[in-house]
């Protein structure tokens, strides 16, 4: 098992950044597909950012393409989401999610799919207003 810690959301005004931080713990040995997921009231969870761990392979959603990227810190066992210009539309409560995988993932929108994900930390909240 794995467990997972956000952190780094906040409040900023529109063309602001936010820099969140997902540390994990428990068994980060194996390889990982790793999700950022974000949600907002009377919404669907939505996929926003993948990355495999083995590889370090990544996919944006194009919802944030050219603004969000997805990094790791492989030494701390941390996944970073860096959000740029945000806007008002990315306000969400922000998970990050990983499930075991093993190399067996497809890099596109098929790997965001929630149901697929096993471990989830309890949300961040991003707030963006104008």
């Known amino acids: 098992q794995v467990q997972l810690v956000e952190s780094g959301g906040g409040s900023v005004q529109v063309g602001g950044s936010l820099r969140l931080s997902c540390a994990a713990s428990g068994d980060t040995y194996r390889n990982y597909c790793m999700g950022w997921f974000r949600q907002a009231p009377a919404k669907e969870r939505e996929g926003v950012t993948f990355?495999?761990?083995?590889?370090?392979?990544?996919y944006v959603a194009d919802s944030v393409a050219g603004r969000f990227t997805v990094s790791r810190d492989n030494a701390k066992n941390i996944l970073y989401l860096q959000m740029n210009r945000l806007k008002p539309e990315d306000t969400a409560m922000y998970y990050c999610?990983?499930?075991?995988?093993?190399?067996?993932?497809?890099?596109?929108?098929?790997?965001?799919?929630?149901?697929?994900?096993?471990?989830w930390g309890q949300g961040t909240q991003v707030t963006v207003s104008s």
């Open positions: 990355l495999y761990t083995g590889t370090d392979s990544t």
């Open positions: 999610a990983a499930r075991p995988c093993d190399g067996r993932y497809t890099l596109g929108r098929g790997s965001l799919q929630p149901a697929d994900y096993v471990y």
